[in-house]
């Protein structure tokens, strides 16, 4: 007989947090697959270089984690300098803070009982707590949630970038919500704007991409604008991600980067192009799934042991690693199948094969460990911690 | 410092199987969304029915637990009457094993050592535990690590339908393998045929799907006819699912079904029509995904909490439950859209709205709990035990 609270509070006291560290290293080959594997000098590669690259453009990263679901990964990226990191959830920022990180901003609005009490124990145990708010009745109550917990929240106006998904209408109603919230809730701290403009991140061609990205920020230029003139400053502008991260520094609107696929990398980012051609390249693949061969009915085809519950299926195809000639698609739940159109090497059963994910923050979701590794060898297993917290 | 298989094991019997009861009932509105419930009475009417259809149908239920993920559900289903469940992963059927469930047939092939151990393993804890077998090297192999386990192990040979994803040719190719296992594999009990005929399931409108699969199951029956010609008795023939159940029984080639989705039931399923008419109706709806309505930055549209990470996206879109003229479709990995076209009722934020899942098996796989329910109270909870056990 459990009491619902216990079994609440339990969602977050039972996750892993920590690594599981192996007393002798593994070799990938001998991982049980479907396996989530991490090209650790890869991923360390791109956390260095969207560091340095915000360093100099002078913005600041605040890691989204709703990719990597991994406290542990958040501390690499908090240790290399980011201010903090992005929730979609409250039981996602739950599972980072039980994890070591204390700086979090949930990037989604809540509007329910139930999460507002949860964030409030949240907030009362770091101040560096933040959610976006989006409408007024909405700050009234977490102005007097935060009053009730003896907390001051910090709020940020999540404004909506013509998406119609969340945040306030740029312009005349942020700026109400904003004079709302400095004048009449008390217990609410004003952090700053979120805009984040979901429908850019995935545009075909850097100009195109840069453009549109850019036609659709002015908006929010302008609201800061009119906050700024009725006398409320905006001390933080937050928003943006991977696909435009060498498009923010030369608009000089955002502070702070978003920013979460880029230490993985999937097909769908690698195949909207860069500032350097076709392929978006400045960021390498670090993230695939081991995969294994079980099944061959017929010659030109050959039949992989993940299907939909190993890779993510809402855009484009797992693809192989290091093989031309061959077109991997998805055999239901638990299959991938391969055509073997013109294999630039012999594929046969038994073989272990990795494969790119289409879209790393719903794969990373469906796995219950991520395999790190150097140069084939694993030699720490570490939880998805944050896996299925979407409440 | 964690010895690697020291790791495997506890991805097995860490795993929770038993229901959370609760020492007071919760209602439906209280539950952290998005929330994975359960209609109980209406799965109980689900599982009876085909029980007793299968009954009346001289055949026997295989309950496949890929569906499911349960092995509180699998018990439900044997207690009717099931002979057993289908896993299809080794993974999987550790966890039922580990719920209760004896009974398990594998219904994917396996190839390489880590899972071969593993399932001798389980083989050696009950001599109920099957798998199927594709080809003659993998036949061997078993045969091999049975018998050094000193175990007899039944296993299955799984026919391709022409799918081409796993199985062996239907005809001679079968025949022989099934020679090679009874006069060349001694540790090995040739336990029948698995014809899983995948393609067939989702095929619209009753008397087309009817037809089809009588067309392909031919070359099955044919090959059992072989098998015994060559003196080898098939005793049991394995195969179909929920979008064959009224199908098989006037082809009398099966002797067991495999269904999963019968259960639950999704849009995916519905849609496909039934004996009765446009809608698959001879199941009830009894899962769904319980949403909250937390943002609404245009009067036409309303975002909900769900997106990628509760729902599949494999097939179709997710359907809101008792609410015409709306349409929900993905906004995203975190968030649903509802487009509000001329809505049957009122939806606001902070509105709870029940979601018939667009495809069962694979949002099942998102969702670390089940939350049953009778009359809007539930009682207990329930883990999503085999959950991420694609190994």
């Known amino acids: 007989m459990t009491d619902f609270q216990t079994f609440i509070d339990s969602t977050r006291t039972q996750v ?30 791109n956390l260095d270089k969207m560091q340095q690259h915000l360093a100099s453009a002078g913005m600041v990263l605040r890691a989204h984690t709703k990719m990597h679901k991994s406290p542990i990964i ?30 979090i901003l949930i990037t989604s609005p809540i509007v329910t009982d139930d999460k507002i009490s949860r964030l409030m124990k949240l907030a009362s145990h770091s101040e560096e707590i933040s ?25 940020f106006i999540d404004l909506d970038p013509g998406l119609g998904r969340t945040g306030i209408e740029t312009g005349e109603p942020a700026l109400q919500l904003g004079k709302h919230i400095v004048s009449h809730c008390q217990s609410l701290q004003f952090g700053g704007l979120q ?16 453009d549109k990205y850019r036609s659709l920020i002015e ?13 409320i400053p905006v001390p933080v502008f937050t928003g943006g991600g991977t696909g435009t991260f060498d498009i923010e520094p030369d608009i000089g609107a955002l502070t702070e980067l978003q920013a979460g696929s880029y230490a993985f990398m999937d097909v769908e980012y690698r195949d ?23 099944s061959q009915p017929q010659s030109r085809m050959i039949t992989m042991d993940g299907g939909f519950k190993s890779f993510a299926s809402d855009s484009v195809q797992p693809e192989i690693r290091d093989v031309e000639g061959v077109v991997y698609y998805f055999g239901g739940d638990e299959h991938g199948m391969v055509r073997l159109n013109n294999p630039s090497r012999v594929i046969q059963i038994g073989d272990k094969l990795q494969v790119i994910t289409p879209h790393c923050d719903p794969t990373v979701n469906l796995h219950d460990y991520y395999y790190p590794h150097r140069n084939g060898l694993v030699s720490e297993i570490w939880p998805v911690s944050a896996r299925g917290k979407s409440q």
Not at 79 to 99: F, N
């Open 272 to 294: 909207v192009g860069g500032q350097r051609g076709e392929v978006f390249d400045d960021f390498e693949t670090s993230l695939y799934v081991l995969v294994t061969a079980i």
């Open 219 to 231: 908006a929010g230029i302008e609201t800061r604008r009119m906050f700024e003139e009725a006398g």
């Open 74 to 103: 958040a501390r690499m990226q908090i240790e290399r300098g980011a201010v903090g990191v992005c929730a979609a959830k409250v039981s996602e920022a739950e599972v980072m803070m039980r994890g070591g990180v204390s700086n």
């Open 16 to 45: 892993a947090v920590e690594p599981i560290v192996l007393d002798q290293p593994v070799r990938l080959e001998d991982l049980p697959t479907p396996a989530l594997i991490i090209d650790l000098d890869a991923m360390e590669r």
């Open 131 to 155: 959610i976006v708010v989006d409408h007024i009745a909405a700050a009234d109550r977490l102005n007097q949630a935060a009053s009730e917990a003896g907390i001051n929240l910090k709020v």
């Open 195 to 210: 805009m984040y403009i979901g429908n850019c991140m995935h545009i075909k061609g850097y100009e195109a991409r840069r």
